[in-house]
């Protein structure tokens, strides 16, 4: 079922959305070469419950952790570990947040030191699909004008690998909600966007293969090839006929000086 929401509704979890943009900001100030992913971790849970949310992670399906941190190779789902962050790394943070009976949810890849340029290519047109996609999240489109206009841009443009296993979706009262958003598709497909609707929108997208796999942990998803991933994300409403981001990468930019 999709919901469509009031605005009230969607003011709530506007701000939902933003203490997860706050949190991305946090965990920018904080990333640096040498430490480990759990203490990112611990210190984001901490940041969010300071400021009146609950991590929306914690505990969803039996997951670990307030963040999912994929480095490298890893897709989407990582565990916070003892794994120590290294020079030329990168670094996915998924993060939501439960405030006021709303989920917000939003990714961020950030890079560590001297990342080589093929690899910073990749997040700059991760991050670009992004944009081309939410472009396509207006009133009367349908779900399939957003998964062509990521897939024809990072896949047809620039030869990357777009995972077909994992779909943004709906967000609301619940993390996850109809509608699934793929990353690839055709014009014309899917369900049609309808003023009030909110979906978070999230290209991962891998520099060599599609193909994933999942780790025995039953969680971590990891490229096929070993090549790196990216994945960024933002919750997006349907508003007076367009797409309104309710998340934001402007605090992020501004901690990183960008």
Request: proline letters at 3%; hydrophobic letters at 35%; glycine letters at 10%.
């Amino acid at each position: 079922m999709i919901h469509i929401r009031t605005n009230e509704e969607i003011e709530l979890i506007r701000k939902s959305a933003l203490m997860v943009s706050a949190t991305l900001t946090e965990v920018a100030k904080f990333l640096k070469e040498g430490i480990t992913t759990s203490s990112i971790d611990a210190m984001a849970e901490q940041f969010i419950r300071d400021n009146g949310g609950v991590p929306s992670f914690k505990g969803y399906g039996g997951f670990p952790a307030s963040l999912c941190i994929s480095v490298n190779e890893v897709v989407v789902h990582g565990f916070p570990s003892d794994y120590v962050l290294k020079d030329g790394d990168i670094i996915s943070v998924d993060c939501g947040v439960y405030m006021n009976g709303y989920h917000g949810d939003s990714a961020y890849t950030f890079s560590i030191g001297n990342v080589a340029p093929e690899t910073l290519k990749l997040l700059q047109v991760t991050k670009q699909s992004l944009y081309k996609g939410i472009a396509e999240a207006k009133e009367n489109n349908r779900v399939g004008d957003i998964s062509f206009a990521i897939e024809n841009y990072t896949h047809k443009e620039h030869g990357y690998g777009v995972v077909r296993e994992l779909v943004g979706h709906g967000v609301g009262k619940n993390l996850h909600e109809d509608p699934q958003v793929p990353n690839y598709g055709r014009r014309g497909d899917g369900k049609r966007l309808k003023e009030g609707i909110v979906i978070a929108i999230e290209p991962m997208i891998n520099m060599g293969t599609f193909q994933v796999k999942t780790l025995d942990d039953q969680w971590t998803i990891v490229t096929e090839d070993g090549l790196p991933s990216a994945h960024f994300e933002h919750d997006v409403a349907v508003i007076n006929g367009k797409a309104e981001i309710l998340s934001t990468f402007d605090y992020i930019y501004e901690a990183l000086k960008l």
